[in-house]
T-cell receptor, first 112, second 116 residues
Framework: SQQGEEDPQALSIQEGENATMNCSYK?????LQWYRQNSGRGLVHLIL?????REKHSGRLRVTLDTSKKSSSLLITASRAADTASYFC????????????FGKGTHLIIQP | NAGVTQTPKFQVLKTGQSMTLQCAQD?????MYWYRQDPGMGLRLIYY???????DKGEVPNGYNVSRLNKREFSLRLESAAPSQTSVYFC???????????????FGPGTRLTVL
């Protein structure tokens, strides 16, 4: 079963606005990652936050992690049309080589 | 570096046919993974290989077999395809690190499989 659940499932905003996506997970994690998927393409890693971190930044991306609530959020500031894609959170819970558990994703549409 | 490559990109099978999906990475990564993605869903782990010579089941292994041929290559085989296996299949790899350390996975472009 899918561990992560993203919220909202779909989001449409105007270019220049900020986009916030949320993710919940069920079991304890080592780290949580966010990936982007453009239509018909593979996934691209965006950012990783470790279980002992609360906030992390990378360019226009800001991710937060609340392990007490088993939730994370991804904020994209000053959105661009090129940010249109599906965004997935993925949790890593097991040993170093164990696979990731993905959520169902948020489809983000940036209106020009 | 080509990263992670997958072949074929598209495939149509009839129920009961068999096929092998190929995956190769040139990043000298230890671990490799096969996921499937169904419409409107995230990825689900089918099998993974933590290192050459080892394979383990993921969340949805039924109906699939894998082979870690060498460090570079990890193949996924459908022995008797079923319509429920219609999906997009992604291969991924990473350098295995200690628990809680960096675990970014690199993904291939996917194979779109339709089983009629």
């Amino acid at each position: 079963s899918q561990q992560g659940e993203e919220d909202p499932q779909a989001l449409s905003i105007q270019e220049g606005e900020n986009a916030t996506m949320n993710c919940s997970y069920k079991t304890s994690i080592n780290n949580l990652q966010w990936y982007r998927q453009n239509s018909g393409r593979g996934l691209v890693h965006l950012i990783l936050i470790r279980s002992n971190e609360r906030e992390k930044h990378s360019g226009r991306l800001r991710v937060t992690l609340d392990t007490s609530k088993k939730s994370s959020s991804l904020l994209i500031t000053a959105s661009r049309a090129a940010d249109t894609a599906s965004y997935f959170c993925a949790s890593h819970s097991g040993g170093g080589a164990d696979g990731l558990t993905f959520g169902k994703g948020t489809h983000l549409i940036i209106q020009p | 570096n080509a990263g992670v490559t997958q072949t074929p990109k598209f495939q149509v099978l009839k129920t009961g046919q068999s096929m092998t999906l190929q995956c190769a990475q040139d990043m000298n990564h230890n671990s490799m993974y096969w996921y499937r993605q169904d419409p409107g869903m995230g990825l689900r782990l089918i099998y993974y290989s933590a290192s050459e010579g080892t394979t383990d089941k993921g969340e949805v292994p039924n109906g699939y077999n894998v082979s870690r041929l060498n460090k570079r290559e990890f193949s996924l085989r459908l022995e008797s395809a079923a319509p429920s296996q219609t999906s997009v299949y992604f291969c991924a790899s990473l350098i295995t690190r200690r628990v809680s350390s960096y675990n970014e996975q690199f993904f291939g472009p996917g194979t779109r499989l339709t089983v009629l």
